[in-house]
């Protein structure tokens, strides 16, 4: 169902996005049994009665998976009912064992949040509304590629607790959908409310795009797309089922509310169904679950020990820390990575210097490698004492960036690695001069021109004996003795 390419920006119809994001809730066991959630576990090992839905088996509600979920609700600024009901959400297909999922329908854990994710061009905020979030139970799996000609089931990640955070239709292209998940996203990890792996299935995004003609106000017949892995693929999605939709109303044709899979290597999307309605999943009050009721106490306790949230920690970090925005958009853009740095920092006392290494050769380093900064070798309070060094003239810079590379490597401390291979800064004025004589009797016409006016072959001879002296030199010192040569 490919179609060449009207865009959000340059048509006189106009996008409407809403998002449903399900996010895997960072628990040990499920939401109503006591079968772990671990990811990976051989096919179906970690299930019980109550997730094969064995007559007699009965759910009991996992308190942390209602905290993580309130935790989340308050966050966006939403309201958390003080009783909320869980329902069966009725439909049939091979990874639901129930026939039934327990879900939260029309008394969700809250609603009415936002998230912002910008400013419109009058400085005014650019708020995407959340119209609920509400807990359920996750499906199985369906493993299509395992056996040739056969769908095989997965029953481990049945009723792991999710919560499903669902926008208002707020969204009009695909920019604005992928800055609110990615926002979205940074918000939940300083949370720490989950793991939020796409490719394992802990964040997912399903996407209701319609159409209409620019001012109209009427929402016209949406679609669900479905099936993509990454917020890019949300993107690329959104627009191929824009265009879609276009092309039918342009001929005259009627949008049919259907689901939509995403074919990213086609670039496409293809029916898989007709789109269900809240009426057809025939939901009822779940007689095995009590409502959930929490109190106004419990409430403020939780909002109370939020974390520092990331538009709070950017404020920060401008205040305390004097940072530019771009410094403090990369610093802050996971709470391990500003963690870090303000680790370097406090114990360095250069919020800049520390700044400049963790954005450079920090990042630099978990890029190549595929290290998280949990696994680090690297010690905050190590880093920033190798950037003393340099500070100190123990160590040059260029030097100090071995030591750094070194310390990667065998998580030793900086003067270990410094006084093991030789790293230490020469400020013997001795020294220094032998290697000056050497690099000047290398190349006296350059001399000769550098006395005649050249200045710029200063930084010449300063390179030339750094790499003479192995990056050992001082370089503030022997740009001192070239002046007194060339003043002598």
């Known amino acids: 169902m490919s179609t060449a390419a009207p865009t959000a920006t340059d048509t006189k119809y106009e996008m409407v996005v809403g998002l449903e994001v399900h996010v ?29 839905a064995l007559p007699g088996s009965l759910p009991v509600l996992n308190e942390a998976a209602v905290d993580l979920a309130t935790r989340a609700a308050l966050a966006l600024g939403a309201d958390v009912a003080e009783e909320s009901i869980f329902a069966r959400k009725n439909y049939f297909y091979p990874d639901l064992p129930k026939g039934y999922q327990i ?11 936002s998230l912002v994710i910008g400013e419109h061009a009058d400085g005014s905020p650019h708020r995407i509304g959340i119209t609920r979030v509400h807990m359920e139970e996750d499906a199985g799996k369906s493993v299509h590629d395992r056996f040739p000609g056969v769908t095989a089931i997965d029953l481990n990640r049945a009723g792991v607790p999710l919560i499903e955070i669902v926008s208002e239709p707020d969204i009009r292209s695909s920019a604005e959908a992928g800055s609110y998940l990615r926002l979205l996203k940074q918000l939940l990890e300083y949370l720490d409310v989950s793991d939020l792996n796409m490719e394992e299935g802990s964040l997912r995004v399903d996407a209701n795009i ?39 109303v342009e ?3 009627a949008i049919e509310q259907q689901t939509l899979l995403w074919d990213a290597d086609r670039g496409t999307v293809r029916p898989a169904r007709a789109k269900e309605g809240s009426h057809d999943y025939r939901y009822f009050p779940d007689p095995d679950l009590p409502p959930l009721r929490l109190t106004k106490k419990w409430i403020a306790q939780v909002r109370e020990h939020l974390p520092e949230l990331p538009d709070a920690r950017r404020r920060r970090f401008a205040e305390e820390h004097k940072l530019g925005a771009y410094d403090i958009d990369v610093l802050t853009a996971n709470p391990r990575l500003a963690e870090y740095f303000e680790a370097v920092s406090h114990a360095l006392g250069d919020p800049k210097t520390a700044a400049n290494w963790v954005m450079g050769e920090v990042l630099a380093t978990l890029k190549n490698t595929g290290q998280t900064l949990d696994r680090f070798p690297v010690r905050p309070a190590d880093l920033a004492a190798l950037l003393g060094m340099v500070r100190g003239g123990t160590v040059s810079n260029s030097a100090a960036k071995r030591i750094f590379a070194l310390m990667v490597e065998t998580g030793d401390r900086p003067e270990q690695i410094a006084e093991r291979e030789g790293l230490a800064q020469v400020g013997d004025e001795a020294q220094l001069a032998a290697w000056v004589d050497e690099v000047l009797d290398a190349q006296p016409a350059e001399w000769q021109r550098y006395l005649g006016g050249e200045k710029k072959l200063l930084g010449v001879f300063v390179g030339a004996v750094m790499k003479k002296s192995g990056g050992r030199a001082d370089p503030r010192k022997v740009n001192q003795l070239l002046a007194a040569r060339a003043s002598g």
Do not use: H, W, Y
């Open 103 to 113: 879900s939260q329908f029309d008394k969700p854990l809250a609603t009415k949040g």
């Open 24 to 52: 895997q809730l960072r628990t040990r066991t499920k939401l109503f049994c006591n079968c772990s959630t671990q990811f990976g576990e051989p096919p179906n090992r970690n299930t019980c009665p109550v997730c094969l």
């Open 210 to 248: 319609s159409i209409r003609e620019r001012g109209a106000a009427k929402l016209g017949t949406k679609t669900e797309v479905k099936n993509m892995n990454s917020f890019s693929g949300v993107e690329r999605a959104l627009d191929a089922e824009f265009a879609r939709q276009v092309a039918i």
């Open 251 to 253: 001929a005259g044709a």
